[in-house]
């Protein structure tokens, strides 16, 4: 199975993801918030640094909860510049 290329904006949107996933870790070890999200460290790991930038839905959402952040917030903050909001679609 041939996987289809990332876009750029997919890319992007990984990356900022990764950013927005380190940041809100802060002091705490990735082992220990990989554990408390039921995932590997080598996971996060890959996550944090982009190489995973399209991760599954449950996976953000474990790692949303371990870091105390809603998935509003992890949708809204690692969205590209530019990208429409739920009000501006509504």
């Not at 996976?59 to 009000?87: I, Q, R």
């Amino acid at each position: 199975m041939v996987r289809t290329p990332l876009t750029p904006w997919e890319r992007e949107r990984g990356e900022r993801l990764g950013a927005l996933l380190r940041t809100a870790r802060g002091e705490r070890s990735m082992v220990d918030v990989a554990a408390a999200a039921g995932l590997s460290a080598e996971t996060l790991r890959k996550i944090e640094t982009g190489r995973a930038p399209t991760p599954a839905f449950f996976t953000v959402a474990a790692l949303a909860g371990a870091l105390g952040l809603s998935l509003d917030e992890v949708a809204t903050l690692a969205a590209p510049p530019g990208t429409p909001t739920e009000s501006a679609v509504a």
